[in-house]
């Protein structure tokens, strides 16, 4: 009888010893995904980011949608202006102006961006928001744009609430993105998070 109760305290030891193992594990590996994920989702925004101010330089104002964006960057170019002389002269001097265009894919395979898939979020099947438009800032028509997603849509099995526990600044229905509809800011907002 001594030996049944020394066994199921034995193996009811190594079962609590399990559940704390658990416990304990837990917390760090959310804390492993977030970083994981986080990284691979910031490192996709930098380049939808570059991939926005390519447009801006092209177009004159952000993308509207991916597709758009995608289209531009493969089919168009941009323009590139020398100017010799000064324009400004006040002795009537004369300049010269040059326009060269090149080709946007050219650059943009030059630095090593890959616009083939930028809509999509990492671990995820889900796609980034995008939004652009213009407002007026200090008396300026400005162009904005805003592009981003919920935590929830690329944190997995720790895309709830209940996670805050081990992370107060946690919120899987906070946006990670950059830009901003109300401002014209470019900035990333993962440096505070």
Known sequence: MKTIISLVLFLVSLFLMYLLFLNIQEPIKFQETKKIRKDAVVAKLEDV???????RDIKGYFAKSFDSLQYVLKTDSFTIVRI??????????????TEIRKSAIDSINSIGLDISDLASIPFSDK????????????STLVNVTE?????????????????KKYDNAYDPDAMLKFGDMNSPNLSGNWRTR
């Open 49 to 55: 980011r570059t991939a926005q101010e390519f447009y």
């Open 84 to 97: 010799e002389g000064d324009p400004d002269d006040p002795t009537g001097a004369e300049f010269i102006r």
């Open 147 to 163: 592009v981003g997603t919920r935590w929830k849509d690329f944190m997995g099995d720790y895309a709830d609430k209940k996670f």
């Open 127 to 138: 796609k980034f928001s995008i939004d652009a438009d213009t407002m007026t800032y200090q």
